[in-house]
T-cell receptor, first 114, second 113 residues
Framework: AQSVTQLGSHVSVSEGALVLLRCNYS??????LFWYVQYPNQGLQLLLK??????LVKGINGFEAEFKKSETSFHLTKPSAHMSDAAEYFC????????????FGGGTRVLVKP | DTGVSQDPRHKITKRGQNVTFRCDPI?????LYWYRQTLGQGPEFLTY????????KSRLLSDRFSAERPKGSFSTLEIQRTEQGDSAMYLC???????????FGNGTRLTVT
């Protein structure tokens, strides 16, 4: 069975500071990994995904994530936080080639302070 | 691309009543998914369709939950004899094919009183 653990349910950063959201996963097959963002009262929007190939993945809005197999991690970063980054972020893993049946972590809510 | 549409956005019902939610996927997407999200948690997979075929329903939470996609276009999720524990956001998503990104709707928030 797959699982995803996101360390820290809330993160507070200052505008312009580094954003680092941690995600660790467990999977019995090579994983496909995803980060989604959710704004209040809205659905989820895909930020980026890792399937195969390059382990550093760039996404929308300046976010990137690095797949580290040895650490079973897929941490999300953004060098400089913007007020519009305030949202909830979810890491997810899928069953490899099956692709779409995602298992989500519990989410990390990001607060950006001016 | 008009996005995934869900109706209603909010539903308040009394315990024991039946409710039905509708999802209209992006028009060319043949895969459709239902997830449930409770407060403070990530979404939880319930079921999915490829065209009109329901390929997995083992994750549906109980036999009170059922989903249909009769013509391979829109889908409905029904909850019979609602319980307070059913209160949650119900999310629908669609994708073009296997391994294509999921596009989520804005969800239907159910409150059972």
């Amino acid at each position: 069975a797959q699982s995803v653990t996101q360390l820290g349910s809330h993160v507070s950063v200052s505008e312009g500071a580094l954003v680092l959201l941690r995600c660790n996963y467990s999977s019995s097959v090579p994983p496909y990994l995803f980060w989604y963002v959710q704004y209040p009262n809205q659905g989820l929007q895909l930020l980026l995904k890792y399937t195969t190939g390059a382990t550093l993945v760039k996404g929308i809005n300046g976010f990137e994530a690095e797949f580290k197999k040895s650490e079973t991690s897929f941490h999300l970063t953004k060098p400089s936080a913007h007020m519009s980054d305030a949202a909830e972020y979810f890491c997810a893993v899928s069953e490899g080639a099956a692709g779409n049946k995602l298992t989500f972590g519990g989410g990390t809510r990001v607060l950006v302070k001016p | 691309d008009t996005g995934v549409s869900q109706d209603p956005r909010h539903k308040i019902t009394k315990r024991g009543q039946n409710v039905t939610f509708r999802c209209d996927p992006i028009s060319e997407h043949n895969r459709l998914y239902w997830y449930r999200q409770t407060l403070g948690q990530g979404p939880e997979f319930l079921t999915y369709f490829q065209n009109e075929a329901q390929l997995e329903k083992s994750r549906l939470l109980s036999d009170r939950f059922s989903a249909e996609r009769p013509k391979g276009s829109f889908s409905t999720l029904e909850i019979q004899r609602t319980e307070q524990g059913d209160s949650a956001m119900y999310l629908c998503a669609s994708s073009l094919a296997t391994n294509s990104p999921l596009h989520f709707g804005n969800g239907t928030r159910l409150t059972v009183t």
